[in-house]
């Protein structure tokens, strides 16, 4: 099959900005974009698929081979959607760990002194977390390689690993180096690509993917406004599995955009009851993003019956590739996605999320380019500092 090529899209852009006002031209560009950087992203790694094979076939021909990925914030929640569907695809242990946690415990992320594929999610690569994981894996394990996924090439991450023994850069289409302050083309298109680097080309889906999110854009406007519009103060994403990191993501995006002005949570659709379930209130819209899995599907469509008996049906929405039974309240299918995995419809998912934390942001008259301008949230993370891991650090003694 051949691979998809880009093509331009004016009127997704159009249809964003009818609402939009000054301060938010970036983030308008970007999530418009994302159809085009998708198939762009794929076409770029078929053209590398040789280097990129030679380069993971040594390293996964090991059984004992550990894969961990990694990234802060928003390039962290990549990691936690792939890694489960990347787990059972591959068939061994692929592990999410957050650069924040292994800068702050590289001894106890690295436990376990296993061959490692390190690999690294990084819109810009410049976070002091970035980098310094890297570092330390490098100093904690003995046998690491380093899989480099980034939007900037002028980034230390790049700059550190382009061309080094032991580490494979691939960089993401140029224009997924979002501008905006919150990641969505580039967190998108670090999704795809892990999954298309790490589980083969699957070029029906970056076309599904491309066409579900035109018809988002194009069609699902009026609707996302009107929620948007509708004066709710808490927003609760739920998704089981990789969606649980999607439903992580989702509530990351309305909070950022928002400048903190509308609370938001996230669970997975057993994990909500055992206490979480205390943030609903007459304020609060919920969304479930339902699984492809029959099986966890059951759990998805029991928790969707029973917020919208708490809250209402109007205030639930279920998001779905599939058919749902028939119900009151809000149910958007998005049938093109059809037969995709989770973490492949995390991809397309994700677009009404970042629309919906777009539109409370507009609503709100607050600017989604730059929703701190005060500086006490930045794009890049400042303020972190990097200490030394001494020989001695995170040893263990016995009291006597």
Request: with cysteine; aromatic share 6%; charged share 15%.
């Amino acid at each position: 099959m051949s691979n998809p090529t880009a093509t331009s899209t004016p009127a997704a852009s159009a249809t964003i900005g009818h609402a939009a006002g000054p301060g938010s031209e970036a983030t308008v560009r970007e999530i418009a974009q994302q159809p085009d950087v998708w198939r762009e992203a794929s076409a770029n790694i078929a053209s590398q698929r040789t280097d990129i094979d030679a380069f993971l076939a040594p390293l996964l021909s090991q059984s004992d081979l550990r894969i961990v990925l990694t990234g802060a914030g928003t390039s962290a929640f990549v990691g936690d959607i792939a890694a489960p569907a990347l787990s059972r695809l591959l068939g061994r242990r692929v592990d999410a760990v957050a650069t924040t946690d292994i800068v702050s415990n590289p001894r106890e992320s690295f436990a376990e002194d296993v061959p490692t594929l390190l690999v690294s999610f990084a819109r810009s690569g410049n976070s002091p977390e970035s980098s310094a994981a890297t570092v330390l894996a490098d100093q904690v394990l003995t046998d690491v390689s380093h899989l480099i996924l980034t939007c900037n090439e002028d980034g230390n991450l790049f700059t550190d690993h382009q061309g080094r023994a032991h580490s494979k850069v691939v960089l993401m289409p140029r224009r997924s180096n979002d501008e905006g302050f919150a990641m969505t083309s580039s967190f998108t298109s670090m999704l795809l690509s892990s999954l298309l680097i790490l589980g083969g080309a699957n070029d029906d889906a970056v076309a599904a993917l491309s066409t579900a999110a035109t018809q988002i854009i194009d069609c699902r406007q009026p609707e996302i406004r009107a929620l948007a519009e509708a004066g709710y103060e808490r927003i609760v994403y739920i998704g089981s599995g990789p969606l649980t990191g999607l439903a992580r993501e989702s509530a990351l995006k309305v909070l950022e955009l928002t400048a903190g002005a509308i609370v938001t949570y996230y669970d997975s659709s057993l994990g909500f009851r055992h206490g979480p379930k205390a943030v609903l209130d007459e304020t609060t819209l919920a969304l479930v993003y339902v699984s492809s899995d029959p099986y966890t599907r059951e759990y998805d469509l029991d928790i969707i019956a029973e917020l919208r008996t708490a809250l209402s049906p109007e205030r639930v929405v279920a998001i779905s590739s599939l058919p749902l039974p028939a119900a009151d309240g809000h149910s958007w299918i998005l049938s093109d996605l059809a037969g995709l995995d989770d973490a492949f419809l995390a991809v397309g998912y994700i677009v009404i999320a970042q629309l919906l934390g777009l539109s409370f942001s507009l609503t709100l008259g607050a600017t989604p380019d730059n929703p701190f301008p005060g500086g006490t949230v930045n794009r890049v993370v400042k303020g972190v500092h990097i200490h030394p891991l001494s020989a001695a650090a995170g040893t263990l003694t016995n009291a006597s």
